[in-house]
């Protein structure tokens, strides 16, 4: 069974700072595409980040360019989401996507039906 599991949510004030955190097994990461998506109270999932195999190519939203950076850690099978100068429209449950229908492809998703499992999400709510 495929387990993504989300942390570092909490309550920040705007112009803070977070650091998400995605881990999965070893077998679910190898290889594989993953992504950060967002939820916003009321709204539809968005598409925050993304990051290819091995971690050479990254894509950020325009709404969170140059303040929110996805990487990985391939050696702790863990991609993180750190998050910058945050603002109460940040607020939102942020999940964690991987991608596991391709490996090792230099591509990255920007769409949710193109990831394949999901985390829980984890809630950032961001005050004013």
């Known amino acids: 069974q495929v387990e993504l599991v989300e942390s570092g949510g909490g309550l920040v004030q705007a112009g803070g700072s977070l650091r998400l955190s995605c881990v999965t097994s070893?077998?679910?990461?190898?290889?594989?595409?993953m992504g950060w998506f967002r939820r916003p109270p009321g709204k539809e999932r968005e598409f925050v980040a993304a990051i290819n195999w091995p971690g050479r190519t990254t894509h950020h939203a325009d709404s969170v360019k140059g303040r929110f950076t996805i990487s990985r850690d391939n050696a702790k099978n863990t991609v993180y989401l750190q998050m910058n100068s945050l603002k109460p429209e940040d607020t939102a449950t942020y999940y964690c996507?991987?991608?596991?229908?391709?490996?090792?492809?230099?591509?990255?998703?920007?769409?949710?039906?193109?990831?394949?499992?999901w985390g829980r999400g984890t809630q950032v709510t961001v005050s004013a």
């Open positions: 070893e077998d679910t990461y190898t290889g594989a595409a």
């Open positions: 996507a991987v991608r596991t229908r391709v490996r090792y492809v230099t591509s990255y998703a920007t769409e949710g039906s193109m990831y394949d499992f």
